[in-house]
């Protein structure tokens, strides 16, 4: 699961950013974004946190983590606003022994974006993590206590000499004015999350953990972007959903702002920057009630009225998605070989299906499956030819189990088959059917060893039509017309032909 940057006050005066959805953002799109509004935009002072320890020189992806996080620094801090205060602090660059060495590197500055990107591309990987040290000295020097504040850390190693980074988490967010960690993660393992993720939890920061440079450049793009605040005197708006919705339904979203072009309702994942979304519609002048459809996926979201002129929220509501209820419906009984209706609802995960098998077989047994579609439409099967007791399975992919069921009969199949009791070599006769009518059911012309599989000639059933021609065997003898469901594997009507 993915997981981007947010502030800890959703409200209009904190949340702005990049476009992201679920998961992390391209770093071009990031900054196109930020770059949307011509207003003057204020911030936090920030002060990136640099791992520079000797696991910094293993690889995330196909490239040195040194690399991957200097590269990302140059270009996501060329956008933020010269008027604020940015600074960064190393830790892990000079000695291979201490769990004290964490240095302001470049201090707290107006327009000191080129000099922090300078300072992060001559880091080398040289000693230990002591993290908690690091983000300690990084709040101080920021003076956390008196002003707002951002902390954005990459860490790619927790040592074990080091002091416990939730505790000081802990006492930061109890002494700070209004201080935010922001932290990613560089590949960690997961004994390791839990013990770095506490710093964003408990100051209203979130936590990634970067597999690639994407995730490092797209998670320090929308932490820089949290830590600017829009401007003020706002325009007022109102939006209005339902609390609850289920997965892939289609709601009616009220609402009432400026209605400005390129103002649209959104629904998005929660804390994620201004610009995010999973999927929205423009709003109307009329104010119209607009229609949105919810996520495949559960949770918790947010609907926002999104002004792009500004690149702000004006206005928000959380919205529940719930789980579609998982049922599987089949008619009681069905003809042997006929097609075979099958109606379901579910969460529509990838991989999910529905199966065919036998009653009581085990879950994994399966005769025929077809995989679910997102707008949750009927399935069509072809019965078993056999007559028995079948069931059909809804399978979740995700837990491989089968979540709901629903049993049926497959009754002897119901079919006729009629012609001509002699025919000559090598003509064409018609022959009158009934029966299932699915598909690649045929009529056939086979000699009475013959397995049900095979024939001589053939001709292929219509369901829109009664009759079939079909070609006569040029070799005299005894042969039957045989009704073949579509699987090759039953002859369900049958009948003598004399060839002579």
Request: one cysteine or more.
């Amino acid at each position: 699961m993915g997981y981007g940057f947010a502030t800890k006050d959703p409200s209009p005066g904190r949340i702005i950013g990049a476009i992201m959805i679920r998961g992390f953002l391209a770093l071009p799109a990031a900054l196109a974004v930020l770059c949307a509004t011509s207003v003057t935009v204020l911030a936090d002072d920030v002060m990136l946190v640099l791992d520079a320890s000797a696991s910094m020189a293993g690889k995330l992806g196909r490239d040195r983590k040194i690399d991957l996080v200097a590269e990302s620094v140059a270009e996501a801090v060329a956008d933020f606003p010269t008027s604020a205060r940015i600074g960064m602090l190393a830790f892990g660059a000079k000695s291979k022994t201490s769990c004290t060495d964490a240095a302001v590197v470049v201090k707290p500055q107006r327009d000191g974006n080129d000099v922090v990107a300078a300072a992060a591309a001559k880091l080398l990987p040289r000693g230990k993590a002591p993290l908690a040290v690091a983000v300690e000295r990084a709040a101080n020097a920021l003076d956390y206590k008196s002003a707002r504040a951002t902390v954005i850390v990459f860490v790619d190693k927790v040592e074990a000499c080091d002091a416990n980074p939730c505790v000081l988490a802990e006492s930061l967010a109890e002494r700070a004015k209004d201080l935010t960690v922001e932290v990613i993660g560089l590949g960690l393992e997961d004994k390791e999350i839990e013990r770095v993720a506490c710093l964003a939890e408990k100051t209203g920061g979130k936590f990634i953990n970067a597999k690639d440079g994407t995730d490092v450049a797209g998670g320090l793009a929308a932490a820089l972007a949290a830590a600017k605040a829009p401007p003020p005197n706002l325009p007022s708006a109102h939006i209005e959903a339902p609390a609850k919705v289920v997965q892939s339904s289609v709601f009616d979203v009220a609402y009432d702002g400026p209605k400005a072009k390129g103002d649209r309702v959104q629904i998005v994942w929660p804390g994620l920057p201004a610009g995010s979304e999973i999927r929205s519609v423009l709003v109307a002048k009329d104010g119209k009630l607009r229609k949105l459809r919810a996520p495949t996926e559960a949770g918790t979201y947010e609907i926002r009225y999104y002004h792009p002129q500004l690149n702000v929220v004006l206005a928000t509501q959380s919205i529940e998605v719930e789980v579609r209820p998982t049922t599987v419906l089949v008619d009681d009984h069905v003809g042997a070989g006929a097609p075979l209706k099958v109606s379901w609802s579910g969460p529509a995960a990838a991989k999910d299906e529905i199966r065919i098998a036998p009653l009581d077989a085990a879950d994994s047994s399966k005769l025929d499956a077809i995989p679910v579609n997102k707008d949750g439409r009927a399935l069509t099967f072809i019965a078993p030819t056999a007559p028995g007791r079948y069931e059909a399975r809804y399978l979740s992919a995700a837990d491989d189990a089968i979540t709901a069921k629903a049993t049926f009969t497959v009754d002897p199949p119901n079919a006729s088959i009629q012609g001509p009791a002699t025919a000559k070599p090598g003509s064409r006769i018609t022959v009158d059917w009934t029966g299932p009518a699915a598909r690649y059911d045929d009529i056939v012309i086979a000699r009475s060893d013959m397995a049900a599989g095979d024939h001589v000639t053939m001709a292929r059933i219509r369901p829109d039509r009664s009759s079939v021609a079909i070609v006569v065997p040029q070799e005299a003898g005894s042969y039957e017309l045989r009704y073949i469901a579509g699987d090759g594997t039953a002859i369900f009507a049958r009948a003598p032909l004399t060839v002579r």
